[in-house]
């Protein structure tokens, strides 16, 4: 069955630090991955996608996350924080089926401070 | 611009309640989901439905139950409302992966409903 770890419930970074988010995922199919970000009372907004054409993946608000093989990974990285970027991130592989519902991790909250 | 839409954003009810939850989505989606979102525990399936009168349980359906007479619509509903259920419950839609051909189609949210049971 399909799962995603998420590395850290709680991560703090300062403004203008790296970002990185850690993810890894089980899978015995090729896996369809997703990050999404949740702002506080907010529903989950899609930050970006793995589609198999490029292993590194570009997505909104300056993110990026790369797919690793050999690591079972899907890391979130941005290389400068803001402080508009605190919020909750949880990281996504899609189920087996055609029904296409996706098992989420639990989560990563990340603080930027000034 | 796609929209998921949730009829409340919070809800307060009381123990035995029966209360029900309403998601529309204007993207003529397939596949429509209920997500419960608990603090360390991520987001866990209850239910979903991948065509109208269709529904599969989730991980934890106990409780609940969901109806979906239209395609554009998604109800849960919980029978008799227990403080256990107090919750961030999420609403997603998204195509039906045959339709697509890609994996990677997403899952649209809504803006959530807190319920807070009493």
């Known amino acids: 069955a399909q799962s995603v770890t998420q590395l850290g419930s709680h991560v703090s970074v300062s403004e203008g630090a790296l970002v990185l988010l850690r993810c890894n995922y089980s899978?015995?199919?090729?896996?369809?991955l997703f990050w999404y970000v949740q702002y506080p009372n907010q529903g989950l907004q899609l930050l970006l996608k793995?589609?198999?054409?490029?292993?590194l993946v570009k997505g909104i608000n300056g993110f990026e996350a790369e797919f690793k093989k050999s690591e079972t990974s899907f890391h979130l990285t941005k290389p400068s924080a803001h402080m508009r970027d605190a919020a909750e991130y949880f990281c996504?592989?899609?189920?087996?089926?055609?029904?296409?519902?996706?098992?989420f991790g639990k989560g990563t909250k990340l603080s930027v401070k000034p | 611009d796609v929209k998921v839409t949730q009829s409340s954003r919070y809800l307060v009810k009381r123990t035995g309640e029966k209360v029900f939850l309403e998601c529309v989505q204007d993207?003529?989606?397939?596949?429509m989901f209920w997500y419960r979102q608990d603090p360390g525990l991520g987001l866990r399936l209850i239910y979903f439905?991948?065509?109208?009168?269709?529904?599969e349980k989730g991980d934890i359906p106990e409780g609940y139950s969901v109806s979906r007479e239209k395609k554009e619509r998604f109800s849960l509903i919980l029978e008799s409302a227990s403080t256990n259920q107090t919750s961030m419950y999420l609403c997603?839609?998204?195509?039906?992966?045959?339709?697509?051909?890609?994996?990677?189609?997403?899952?649209?949210f809504g803006q959530g409903t807190r319920l807070t049971v009493v």
């Open positions: 997603a839609s998204s195509l039906f992966f045959s339709r697509t051909g890609l994996g990677n189609t997403e899952a649209f």
């Open positions: 899978s015995s199919v090729p896996p369809y």
């Open positions: 793995y589609t198999s054409a490029a292993t």
């Open positions: 996504a592989v899609r189920g087996r089926g055609s029904q296409g519902n996706l098992i």
């Open positions: 993207m003529d989606h397939e596949n």
């Open positions: 439905s991948y065509d109208v009168k269709m529904k």
